[in-house]
């Protein structure tokens, strides 16, 4: 089992089949779909996988669950890489409340035409108590779906973040986080970066000590790192100070112009230039 705390576990999936995350994403070493069950008195799943790994995600689960029965599927985020299996889990565990807000069932009310019996409606910083874990709903509309929430488990200082913090790439493949998680970045939240400046700023008087997210490794030292590096990018600022010169030349007429650009550029004390 892999555990992330005593009483949370991974039951997520690693997706070598998909070549387009998306349909647009070249994704060489696959995708992650995460997952996580919070053993407590109550027993709390994190957010559903992709369609394509039903069983082995319900397989996930029934080893860390042993004997015992879910209380809640907590959904936080309706794309269907993570709510695909809803249905399927509520089929599964039938007497199991699904967790989310006023967003999230019209959406699944959209999606499976179906409408859930029993259910529990959060509002914006609700708390859920599973006993000696408290659960804190933090909204995130648009980062980067409009029903988004992370939640955020004060007892083990856990923010489950949806998917930001996320990165291309499944976890049995080991690759730099930096480059996959900033690709990741600019083309599924990059658009969005007032509402992530937003988050940022709700969850910044949170004690947080590891962040899983719903694609990519679970994070956890270091945070301040990525949690800049968010900031950095959602403020559209460079992480490093320096010049890029793009250009292309028929004749070689602007080449020469971008040459003595660059010197200049160095003589002035710039050193960062590409």
Known sequence: ?????????????????????????????????NSYVIK????????????????????????????DLPDYLIVQHMEPDHSANIMNFVKTYPNVCVVGNAKTFKMIEQFFDVKLENTLVVADMDTLSLGKHLLTFVFAPMVHWPEVMVTYDSTDKVLFSADAFGKFGALDVDDNWIDEARRYYIGIVGKYGAQVQSLLKKVSTLDIQIICALHGPVLKENLGYYINLYDTWSKYESEIDGVLIAYTSIYGNTKKSVTLLKDKLIKSGCRNIE
């Open 1 to 33: 089992m892999n555990k992330v705390t005593k009483d949370i576990y991974y039951v997520g999936v690693n997706d070598h089949q998909v070549d387009l995350f998306e349909g647009q994403y070249v994704v060489p070493n696959g995708m992650a779909y």
């Open 40 to 67: 407590d008195e109550k027993i709390a799943v994190m957010d559903t996988v992709d369609k394509n790994f039903t069983h082995e995600w319900l397989d996930n689960i029934a080893e860390v669950l042993g004997s």
